[in-house]
Each structure stands twice: as structure tokens, then as C-alpha cells.
């Protein structure tokens, strides 16, 4: 055989010996058994821009968020640094290693790194020794099938998320967010220098515990990458005189209590995103826990905060202090408790839907009997005829237990179940004492059914996940009776130094002086507030006006500078005073009244009109004179006696001075006299 067919033969054999061995490598490549790449992250609430309101770390406690949108500066400086041919080799720079292996063999000791991002990615996600050889080479091989398998960007994607950076820091978004409490769309060169840094060494360059070995490294990734035209001089010199950061920053924890619940309710999402204002939530939660310690020992808040027009809840604290003293693990806005006095709007709103009565309706507050059911004011008194709006306003009892005995409790309680409210009973069915807060409601419960009645009687459902919408609930009141409510709220007297006529708003005080409540809304917003103890231990002199209302008014002005007007009157809305209502609607009276067989009204005969006694201390006689038992006879509008069935009865002294005595029958009806004893 001639030379050159020799040379031919031992080229041919020699690329054939070659091709096989490229197939061998190759298909032990494609051999490699990765690890899971798609590592556990953290999960993620999110507010109604996209901010972080709380984070959840990995069950073993790590940090690890999804890397998210990343500054171009940082990125560029960390392929400039780290790996400069990352968009061009096949997960092993040979260039670089060849030179890390020189260097090492000509000083000693390792003088550079010849690790790639996507071998960096191999030992990150396999977690496994890399000292040794056999490390190595497992490193090299998993880099070079994770090339294989997936992006560059996938890639780079793993090493932004596993990436270490002290402590229980995973990843960029972990380390921006802990280390300069921003995330890290925008960084300052110093910033990403440091990110860049802190991964080759997590621990021993922590700035918060070696800022000296921590401000040396960064400042040498800081030379290197202006040196090799990343970054320009004076831009370099600048960052080098930028501080480190001193501390970690805790990771947000704002609407705790909502997002253990969103959670909770969908456990399997990585993220979720809420309609809440997260700025709002944080200038709420602090004013939450100043009025709960201004309030007392062991007392506790809840406000709830929401746009009526489309729904959305912008606010939600459920305690005075996630982790507080106060029992502040307790939702309350999702307890049950006593609304007090905060369903009388509602009551009053059926009464006008139902022809029953009208703002200006003259309805008697007086001694009355259902049944065995008597109810009494708050305060004890009586204030004998009074417009409904009065009524509402001053929150008297008497006069919308009357109106809820017309109704009946079934109704209200229908109208309760429309705005998504499930109101638990004390017992099997419900009473008259529902009008006056007798059922467990949430505070949630109250904001949806004031939502509805500000949005026209038809509101939107409120929610917190921005993937709802704002569906309308069924009509509970009418257009007029929501209006009429809105106009009756809105002439409340405010707390002090709060502004008048602007704000539609309720208190309420439950049974015991257990709960303290406050719900009002403007033109576009209600707001919902309770305070009192997470354990329903009762809180003598604890009021809704007193307590809760000054909270209301001062919420509304962190929500924003101005109130919204609220909307004009509805055209059918008829709006006279008293004189011109029409007859059945000047004053109330039952369904029925009409028909009743006609009784006279009582009459006082004893003492008489202007008599003036001298009884020393002695009990007066009164003789009376008509009129359906039981009597009751107030003096100065304070009650001395109740449930007299006799016509002739004795009644306490009122004692020196002038004394204004009236007699009030089952019927409402009233004899009134002017004495003056001696």
C-alpha cells in the first residue's frame, strides 16, 4: 500500500474512532437523570398593582421567589463577571477552564473559577459536592444536559432562583426584597455589584455581619465590570462610596388575616392577586393599632374598606396586630357578633319600601308590649311623638321594633340572606329583638349590606380577588327607601372636628357593650369599623358613637383628600314635610289600626292640669279614664311606673318642682298633665 493510501487509511480510521466517540459522549449526555428543576417557591399575595402584601416562605424556611422582572444592568454585570460567554457555549466554557486549570497548576492554589452559570444551575438544583472530581464531572455532565433540555433563559431563569444569597435568601427577587426592600426591576449599579458578589460566598459576605469582606467584594465586581466597558467610570467611582445595606429587611406581612385566608382557600396557587391597595393597607393597619390601645387593655379593631360603585375591597385588617397580646390571630371581620343598632337602616328602609312610613312619619315613642317582649331605649326614656328621621337618627328602639312587628322578623331576614349574609339566630326562629342586633353578623356582613344600600338598594358583590367581578346582588331596598336612608345618616352629628353632612354613617353598641361599631360610606366608598374584645368579654362604657365613629371619619381621610357626593335624590323620591304627606303616612300605624274597634284615649283625671301639691315625700294617686291596660307613666320623659292594669294607682314622687306626667296606654296613646309640687 503506497504512503499517501496509508495516510488516507489512518485519517479515515482516525475520524471514524472520533465520530464514535462523539456518539459515546453524546449519548451519555443524553443519558443524565436531571433533578427536579421546578423547586418549590415561595407563595406570593399581591395587591392591585402587582406589590407584594405578604410572602410565605418553602416549608424548610428558605425565601425562594420566582425571579419576576430583573434590572438589565444587574443582568449584564453578572455575564460580564461570571460567565461571558453564557449565550454561546454548551454549558462548559472550555476557554474558561482551561485557563482556571493553568492558573491553578502554575500558582498552586485556585486563582479563578472556570464555572459557567448553567454549571452553577447543576449544583445549585442538585445540591451535591463539587470539591472532588467525581462532583465535577457530575457538574459538567448535568450542565451540559441542562443545555440540551432547556433555553438559556429557562436556564437563567433556575440560577435568578436559587441562587444564595445569605441566610434563608433564595434568589434575586428574595435578596433585593430582604437587602434594599424593593424589588429588583431597578437596582443601582452598588446594588447589583453586591447581588452579584453575595452568591460566589452567601455567608461570609453578609453585609449586615462582614461588611468589610461584603463592601471588598463588591467593589472588585464593581472595578472588574467598568474595566471591561459595563459600566463607565465615574459611574463606577460613585457606586464605590454607595453604603451596604446594614440589615435585613422583614418580608411584608400586610392583610395577614386575609391572605392566610386566600390561601388557605386555594392552597395549590402560586400567587394571588387581590383587589387591595397595599399603601392604603399600610396607613391603615398602624391607625387600627394605635385606636385599639387608645381604647383600653386587651380591646382589639377590625375596618374593612371598599368601593361600593364596582365592589372591589381596597382594605382589610383583621386585628389590632397579627401577632398581638390582644388575641390579634382572631379575624374580626369574619367573626360573628352583635350588630347593635347597625340593621335599624335597613328596617327603616323595608318600612318605606312597604308603605309603612316615610322620613317625615310622625311614630310614637312610648311604653309598648309584644307579647311578652317590652322593649326599651338605650337610655331608658321616652320621647313620646317623633318623626321616623329622628327616630333613626337619635337610634331609638321602641319606634323600630314597631315598625319591625309590621314587617315581621322573616322579612328581615330575607333581606339579609339577598346581600349574601348568613345572620346566625340565637334560636330556631327569629324575633322582634333582631331589630335591635339579636343574631351574629360579621363585620364583612355589615359592610356588604351598607354597600348595598350606598349603591341605590342593588349593590355589587364585594369582593378581593381581582379575577371576580363585581356582580350585582338582588335589590334589598328600593332606589327612593336607599336614598331616603343615605339623606336620613347623612344629618347624623359627627365627632368632633369631623365634617358635617358629608359622610352617611351609623354607630351601633351590642348587648353588654360587647362590640362598638361604626359603618358610613360617601359617594364611592364604605367603610366598616368594629372594636371591642376578640372574646366577647363584655366593655363597660364602650360606644359605638364614642369609640368606633372617630375611627370611621379618620379612615375616610386616609383614604383620600375629599369625600364623593352622594347622588342626587331619585325623581319619584317625595320629599315635604309632615303636613304634606299624604294622611295614611303623617303617622304611623299598624296594618290593621283601621279596623280595630274604636277605645277612647286615656285621660289623666288625677292630679289635675297645673295643680300644685304639697305631698312631702308622700307617693301620688293617679286616676285615669279610658285608654287599653297596660299604663305606663313617665315624669320629665324618665319612666316611674310600667304594666299598671288598674285605672286608679299610686306612682313614686317625682320629687320638688315642676313635673311634666304622661300616661301612655298598650296603644301608644298618651294623656299628658303639668304639676308643680311643694
Not at 47 to 57: E, H, I, Q, S
Not at 313 to 326: C, H, N, Q, T, V
Not at 420 to 440: E, H, K, N
Not at 452 to 476: K, N, T, W
Amino acid at each position: 500500500m503506497s504512503k499517501p493510501a496509508r495516510l488516507f487509511l489512518g485519517l479515515a480510521i482516525g475520524l471514524f474512532l472520533a465520530a464514535i466517540a462523539r456518539d459515546g459522549f453524546d449519548a451519555w449526555v443524553d443519558r443524565t437523570v436531571l433533578p427536579p428543576v421546578l423547586a418549590e417557591t415561595s407563595i406570593e399575595i399581591r395587591d392591585r398593582n402587582g406589590k407584594l402584601l405578604r410572602v410565605y416562605p418553602v416549608d424548610d424556611g428558605i425565601w425562594r421567589l420566582r425571579p419576576g422582572d430583573v434590572d438589565p444592568g444587574f443582568l449584564a454585570m453578572l455575564m460580564r463577571y461570571e460567565d461571558k460567554r453564557f449565550r454561546t457555549h454548551p454549558g462548559v466554557d472550555l476557554l474558561a477552564l482551561t485557563r482556571a486549570v493553568w492558573q491553578a497548576l502554575l500558582n498552586g492554589k485556585t486563582v479563578s473559577g472556570g464555572s459557567t452559570l448553567t454549571m452553577q444551575v447543576a449544583r445549585l438544583i442538585e445540591d451535591g459536592p463539587t470539591g472532588r472530581w467525581s462532583g465535577k464531572l457530575r457538574q459538567l455532565r448535568v450542565a451540559l444536559a441542562l443545555e440540551r433540555r432547556l433555553s438559556k433563559g429557562e436556564i437563567l431563569s433556575l440560577y435568578l432562583t436559587h441562587a444564595p444569597y445569605g441566610a434563608n435568601l433564595e434568589g434575586i427577587r428574595a435578596a433585593s426584597l430582604a437587602w434594599f426592600g424593593k424589588e429588583p426591576r431597578r437596582l443601582t449599579p452598588a446594588e447589583a455589584a453586591l447581588l452579584v458578589a453575595l452568591p460566589q460566598s452567601p455567608e461570609a459576605r453578609r453585609p449586615d455581619r462582614h461588611p468589610v469582606i461584603a463592601r471588598a467584594a463588591r467593589d472588585r465586581v464593581l472595578r472588574r465590570v467598568a474595566g471591561q466597558g459595563v459600566l463607565e467610570t465615574p459611574e463606577m467611582q460613585a457606586a464605590l462610596t454607595d453604603r451596604l445595606p446594614a440589615v435585613m429587611r422583614p418580608f411584608p406581612r400586610l392583610a395577614p388575616h386575609l391572605a392566610d385566608r386566600v390561601r388557605a382557600v386555594e392552597p395549590g396557587l402560586a400567587a394571588h392577586d387581590l383587589t387591595l391597595d397595599s399603601d392604603l393597607q399600610a396607613r391603615l393597619e398602624p391607625l387600627i393599632a394605635r385606636a385599639a390601645r387608645r381604647a383600653g387593655p386587651q380591646l382589639s379593631a377590625a375596618m374593612i374598606v371598599a368601593n361600593h360603585q364596582n365592589g372591589e375591597i381596597l382594605a382589610s385588617i383583621g386585628s389590632a396586630g397579627y401577632k398581638d397580646e390582644r388575641q390579634g390571630f382572631v379575624d374580626m371581620t369574619t367573626a360573628l357578633r352583635s350588630p347593635g343598632s347597625t340593621l335599624k337602616p335597613l328596617i327603616y328602609g323595608l318600612a318605606f319600601d312597604q308603605g309603612l312610613a316615610h322620613p317625615e312619619t310622625l311614630i310614637h315613642d312610648g311604653p309598648v308590649m309584644f307579647g311578652r317582649y317590652a322593649p326599651r331605649n338605650f337610655d331608658g326614656m321616652y320621647r313620646g311623638d317623633v318623626r321616623v328621621r329622628e327616630a333613626l337618627q337619635m337610634s331609638l328602639n321602641i319606634p323600630v321594633v314597631r315598625l319591625a312587628h309590621e314587617l315581621g322578623p322573616g322579612r328581615i331576614m330575607e333581606a339579609l340572606r339577598r346581600t349574601g349574609a348568613a345572620p346566625r339566630l340565637p334560636g330556631s326562629s327569629p324575633g322582634l329583638a333582631v331589630a335591635l342586633g339579636g343574631m351574629g353578623l360579621s363585620l364583612n356582613d355589615l359592610a356588604q349590606l351598607y354597600a348595598s344600600i350606598a349603591a341605590g338598594g342593588a349593590g355589587p358583590v364585594l369582593h378581593y380577588r381581582l379575577s371576580e367581578s363585581g356582580d350585582s346582588l338582588p335589590r334589598v331596598i328600593s332606589a327612593v327607601s336607599a336614598w331616603q336612608i343615605g339623606d336620613i345618616l347623612a344629618g347624623l352629628v359627627p365627632p368632633p372636628g369631623a365634617p358635617t353632612g358629608v359622610l352617611a354613617y351609623k354607630t351601633g353598641t351590642s348587648y353588654g357593650h360587647r362590640d362598638a361599631w361604626a359603618i358610613g360610606y360617601d359617594g364611592r366608598h364604605v367603610i366598616g369599623v368594629w372594636i371591642g374584645r376578640a372574646d366577647g368579654t363584655p366593655v363597660p362604657g364602650a360606644f359605638g358613637g364614642d369609640m368606633a365613629a372617630p375611627l370611621l371619619f379618620e379612615a375616610f381621610g386616609f383614604l383620600k383628600p375629599a369625600f364623593d357626593a352622594r347622588p342626587a335624590p331619585p325623581p319619584s323620591a317625595l320629599i315635604v314635610g309632615t303636613a304634606e304627606l299624604p294622611p295614611p303616612l303623617q303617622r304611623f300605624r299598624p296594618r290593621g289600626a283601621a279596623f280595630e274597634i274604636p277605645t277612647d284615649a286615656p285621660l289623666l283625671l288625677f292630679p289635675p292640669d297645673g295643680a300644685r301639691l304639697t305631698t312631702d315625700g308622700a307617693r301620688l294617686t293617679v286616676k285615669l279614664r279610658g285608654g287599653v291596660a297596660p299604663y305606663a307613666v313617665l315624669s320629665n320623659e324618665r319612666p316611674l311606673v310600667t304594666g299598671m292594669r288598674d285605672r286608679e294607682f299610686e306612682i313614686p314622687n317625682p320629687g320638688k318642682g315642676y313635673a311634666a306626667i304622661v300616661v301612655v296606654d298598650a296603644k301608644g296613646r298618651s294623656d299628658r298633665i303639668s304639676i308643680r309640687i311643694d
